[in-house]
């Protein structure tokens, strides 16, 4: 029988007990955040079937599947809009490419998610993603309402998260609107200690949704 070595045991227990911290967050900001993406996914449920007859919507790898779908200014600011985010936020949003991503860890190993190993690109030229901090101090120095930040926070993807094996994770990202195709190369650390094999994916068919009316 295999042993693991003080080192692996430590590892595993570690992100087992941060796993199972994880459930044991408070009823109500777990709840909170639970409410928010399941509003917005039957909000924008209508999208999937609409975008997977223009592009493949998912890359998989034997370790990761991540999907894509893309979303209409529309479709978000009416989600945004039904939660009482002001008018002048709104404004901002609607210029804003919105893609909803789910990442599924496939995988036996623990793999690391980092967004700032994503890149972006398009005709050739990088795309800029903004950091989640940019915009929640956007927000503040324009003092919108703080439970119209903590939802527009809730509903991004992670910057960084360790997907333990089976476990998925989704929420948006937010791009400059741009006409084309976008690419995307990105690259996840694998392993307890992270010097597991390094998994790549690459998407070149990305693209800001447009609104049909």
Sequence with gaps: MARLTGTTA??????????????????????????ALASLQLVLAAALTESAAAQPLSVS??????QFAPRTPNQMMSFYEARGFPKEMLNILRKECFITVRIHNKSREIIWHDLANWRFSHDDKPLKREHRDYWLQKWHSMQIPLASISTFRWTLLPETLDYLPDEEEGGNII??????????????????DQRGPIITITHDRLNCAEDTE
């Design 10 to 35: 430590v590892g595993k227990l570690k992100h087992t007990q941060r796993y199972e911290n994880r459930r044991l967050i408070s009823k109500q900001t777990n709840n909170l955040r639970i409410r």
């Design 61 to 66: 790898t034997e370790a990761i599947e991540i």
């Design 175 to 192: 791009l400059p609107r741009v006409n084309g195709p976008i690419e995307l190369s990105a690259t996840f650390a694998s392993g307890d």
